[in-house]
């Protein structure tokens, strides 16, 4: 059944071409695979993709995660090549310079291109 098959999840973007720059050059994500209406990366040792829609960035919660080892570093990198990290003061979640720790997690959420949330996080 699908318990065996690779999940490969896909982010909206409004603008294919716009987002495949922003994820390979401001990311550092490696493309895999490119058609007319969508793109596949790959991304330690999975993959995901983008697919052209008029409704991306639409979504009002995380659609992708990237779990690092440093997230320090890892911001630090993302805002030397212009990423904002968002900032949070929701009950429960509360970010101090865009970082919010919790139960042994780190994290950070920030913007894509289109508007989607994404965010790093870090296992302590």
């Known amino acids: 059944m699908l318990g065996n098959a690779p999940l ?3 982010i909206p973007a409004a603008d294919l071409d716009r987002a495949k720059h922003y994820y390979t050059e401001t ?3 490696k493309l895999s695979e490119e058609g007319s209406h969508d ?3 790959e ?3 999975t993959e995901f993709g983008l697919y052209e829609t008029p409704t991306a960035g639409q979504a009002a919660h995380t659609l992708a995660s990237f779990k690092v080892a440093d997230l320090d570093a890892e911001m630090s990198t ?3 090549r ?3 990290f968002e900032e949070y003061d929701l009950p429960g979640l509360k970010t101090v ?3 919010v720790e919790d139960d042994g997690m780190r994290a950070a959420w920030f913007k894509d291109s289109e508007g989607n ?3 790093v996080n870090e296992r302590t």
């Open 8 to 10: 490969i999840p896909i």
């Open 27 to 29: 990311l550092g994500v």
């Open 39 to 41: 793109v596949t990366f």
């Open 43 to 45: 991304c330690g040792g």
């Open 78 to 80: 993302l805002r030397s």
């Open 82 to 84: 212009g990423v904002t």
């Open 97 to 99: 310079d865009g970082v």
């Open 117 to 119: 949330i994404l965010c």
